[in-house]
């Protein structure tokens, strides 16, 4: 599945970014789909995972109670609502799809292209 990720940019602390990952495929429903980061100088990390329906999430301790996931199976595009943004969540934002979130959250399957979040202090 090919992924086209987008609505990265420069926010100061504190302050909100939406990203969207839009889906390829119309097969798009019965994937879990997630999104990853990458640091500058760092790993990649996972951020947070939902399954095909939508019913169960899982987010990292990091941004768990700040970042919301979402999708809208009709529009075969995911949602990464971020709220109170700090300096430590820049980073290029990846999102992600894989047949099953174990495989997903294991760093397998397909990957978008990122978008960069910057956040100023």
């Known amino acids: 599945v090919q992924l086209q990720a987008s609505g990265g940019g420069l926010v100061q602390a504190g302050g909100s970014l939406r990203l969207s990952c839009a889906a390829s495929?119309?097969?798009?429903?019965?994937?879990?789909m997630g999104w990853f980061r990458q640091a500058p100088g760092k790993e990649r990390e996972f951020v947070v995972s939902?399954?095909?329906?939508?019913?169960?999430?899982y987010y990292a301790d990091s941004v768990k109670g700040r970042f919301t996931i979402s999708r809208d199976n009709a529009k075969n595009t995911v949602y990464l609502q971020m709220n109170s943004l700090k300096p430590e969540d820049t980073a290029v934002y990846y999102c992600?799809?894989?047949?099953?979130?174990?495989?997903?959250?294991?760093?397998?399957?397909?990957w978008g292209q990122g978008t960069l979040v910057t956040v100023s202090s």
């Open positions: 992600a799809a894989a047949p099953a979130v174990s495989v997903l959250r294991n760093g397998l399957g397909s």
């Open positions: 939902i399954t095909w329906s939508g019913s169960n999430t």
């Open positions: 495929e119309r097969t798009f429903s019965t994937y879990a």
